[in-house]
């Protein structure tokens, strides 16, 4: 029954801005251990919130990298994907053929110069945090998947 709770409360939050101090954040959901698959959708859909801001405060950018790391340990453990060997260019392109994008696609969505799409298909060129942000919300996966070692 907790968990309906904090669902419900997340959705009610969801009308208004986050805030930008730890405190605040920690107090609408105190970062924790993931045990089950309902605080692991209340985990999801808080990063999820915190990517779609444009600028995040320095606290929401610490806050976010707890969470995707409370994610990464849970989702290891429950929803194992061997994804060693994989790198950031190789998880873009195996994303990007899935919807069928092209390079221009890519770029649209990132945002970038249409020749930036081609070159980070490539690995000419590495993505940036906020590209991985966007890719993350974009194809639902964290963000750290597509950042290279």
């Known amino acids: 029954m907790e968990g309906v709770t904090v669902v419900t409360r997340l959705r009610i939050v969801k009308r208004r801005a986050l805030p930008t101090g730890l405190n605040g954040l920690v ?7 993931i045990r089950d698959d309902v605080q692991h959708e209340n985990t999801v859909e808080m990063i999820d919130r915190l990517m779609q ?27 194992a994907i061997d994804v060693s060997g994989l790198s950031g260019v190789r998880m873009l392109r195996h994303v990007v053929e899935q919807r069928e994008m092209s390079a221009t696609d890519l770029a649209k969505l990132l945002g ?9 298909l490539k690995g000419e060129r590495q993505l940036t945090w906020d590209h991985a942000k966007t890719l993350a919300a974009e194809f639902r996966v964290s963000p750290v998947l597509f950042m290279e070692a």
Do not use: N
């Open 53 to 79: 801001i444009e600028k995040l405060s320095a606290d929401q950018q610490q806050y976010l990298e707890t969470l995707v790391e409370l994610v990464e340990v849970y989702e290891a453990r429950r929803h």
């Open 112 to 120: 970038v110069h249409a020749s930036l799409g081609s070159k980070l």
């Open 27 to 33: 107090r609408l959901m105190p970062p924790m251990a």
